[in-house]
């Protein structure tokens, strides 16, 4: 009976699945298409070159043994490899590459198409400091849970991170989210528990990784024409830690991939950890689909230090440092720098160099001196949220009027401050504080914006609203 290229493939992947683990196998051999079998050649269709390329790297002896067994000693592989063209004018097409092994398979006969540049070959998607065999998780060991303070301002999302941290895809914690304002430890406790994973282990890949740079990599795949591999990529990581996931906001194709990697891995029994600024709920211009995402674990806040917390948050730093504090110095700092532990850290390092460089002793009065500068050039937190209260605040009306969709020119002339003020004092996208100001588009907040620095040229009253506005938000 004549040999197909299924039945030959489907006796492979026998071999296959009974000798690497289950998770594997479903990532790397059930993608993959039997095309055609001539002789002794097989030809199989994968993804992308990525794909071609990892099955190259790591599973080409296994293919080897189980192609041996079905078409004999002079078996060949032919990869017929998938190559996207989605954002560009062209059809997408298929290229065919021999196995590049030499040694597992004679590839005698069997030759690259000339049009095919050999540098090709090589990775499509590279991250700047990830190789191609070895991913570098990219994580600062400094940052450990034995330097991450527990305290009731944090136990909740501490605890959740060993648990995930010790059995990784295997809680209830999947995806873990961490959120809270800025300085309160989100980035450390992300890092720690990718830093215990590797310890714990070395063989799972863990990834870190900001919001922002993985959108950057994204867009840099649309325009290389690798989008694909930039999703296999992805979706070989056993640990996808991912910083400051709300910059995801109003980038809806960065959403759309990201929903797709964060599927394949979740169903895959993958761990994912991400951190916030706000909790699911709170996030503006991020798909429902993907908030419905976040919310399948665990969303665990951290919010500012109790005093507690805050002194032995300093004490440990004087230890590592290896610094010998009064306690009432340490009290002090502990009583007057209640806002995050990022100026905590910020007034001790301060308070050491002077003392150091100006050869002075560590007192109650130095401290004051230090405190009082750190707090008076903190500049303050500013939400849009926030703004619109105070705007709405300043010309007597509620904030459901700011939103409202008038035309009375005073209302109009809040919101656009409002925008104007967003822009200024938040990081916000236009896209993202037009959202939040009425459902407005942002070109409508552009519109706002130019407006208000005509009107600041030529309106003595309304840059006087500016004037007062601006020193409501700032003091």
């Known amino acids: 009976m004549k040999q197909t290229a299924e039945s030959v493939w489907s006796n492979c992947l026998l071999f296959i699945k009974d000798n690497i683990k289950p998770q594997a196998y479903k990532t790397w051999f059930e993608p993959i298409k039997p095309m055609k079998v001539t002789n002794d050649v097989l030809t199989i269709q994968v993804p992308s070159k990525f ?10 002896k296994l293919l080897r043994v189980a192609l041996v067994k079905e078409l004999g000693e002079n078996a060949k592989l032919v990869y017929d490899v998938k190559m996207e063209n989605s954002y560009s004018s062209k059809k997408p097409h298929t290229v065919k590459f021999p196995s590049s092994n030499r040694k597992p398979f004679n590839s005698q006969g069997v030759t690259v198409p000339l049009e095919i540049d050999k540098h090709e070959l090589k990775n499509p998607f590279v991250i700047p400091g990830i190789q191609k065999v070895k991913i570098e998780s990219q994580l600062n060991p400094n940052y450990s849970f034995d330097n991450f303070i527990e305290g009731e301002s944090n136990r909740l999302a501490r605890s959740a991170g060993l648990a995930v941290s010790n059995k990784p895809g295997g809680t209830s914690f999947n995806p873990l989210l961490i959120y809270g304002g800025v300085g309160l430890g989100k980035t450390h406790l992300a890092q720690a528990i990718g830093v215990r994973i590797k310890d714990k282990y070395p063989e799972r890949t863990v990834l870190y990784i900001s919001a922002e740079k993985f959108t950057q990599q994204f867009i840099d795949s649309i325009k290389g024409n690798t989008r694909n591999d930039f999703i296999h990529f992805y979706q070989m990581i056993d640990v996808l830690i991912v910083d400051d996931v709300q910059f995801l906001s109003g980038k809806a194709g960065t959403q759309d991939v990201f929903f797709h990697i964060f599927n394949h891995l979740h169903q895959n029994g993958k761990q994912v950890i991400l951190t916030s600024d706000k909790a699911p709920v709170d996030m503006q211009d991020i798909e429902q689909r993907l908030l419905s995402r976040f919310k399948w674990g665990l969303s665990a806040e951290l919010v500012s230090p109790e005093f507690e917390t805050r002194v032995s948050i300093l004490k440990n730093k004087m230890f590592r440092d290896g610094v010998d504090i009064p306690d009432e110095i340490v009290e002090y700092i502990a009583k007057n720098i209640k806002t995050n532990v990022r100026e905590l850290e910020g007034v001790l390092i301060s308070l050491i160099a002077q003392a150091s460089f100006n ?27 926030y703004i619109q209260k105070v705007i709405s605040k300043y010309f007597e009306m509620d904030v459901t009027t700011l939103q409202s969709k008038t035309r009375k020119r005073h209302i109009v002339q809040a919101r656009q401050l409002a925008m104007y003020f967003s822009k200024r004092m938040t990081k916000a996208s236009l896209a993202s504080i037009g959202s939040q100001i009425g459902s407005r588009d942002h070109a409508t907040v552009l519109h706002a914006c130019k407006t208000v620095d005509n009107l600041l040229e030529t309106d003595k009253q309304f840059k006087k609203y500016v004037e007062e506005i601006t020193k409501k938000l700032t003091f």
Do not use: A, C, G, P
């Not at 794909?51 to 080409?60: G, T």
């Not at 050869?359 to 949220?385: A, G, P, R």
């Open 51 to 60: 794909f071609f390329e990892w099955l190259e790297e790591h599973y080409i």
């Open 359 to 385: 050869h002075k002793e560590f007192t109650l009065q130095l401290t004051k001196q230090i405190v009082d500068k750190f707090v008076k050039n903190t500049k303050k937190e500013v939400s849009i949220d």
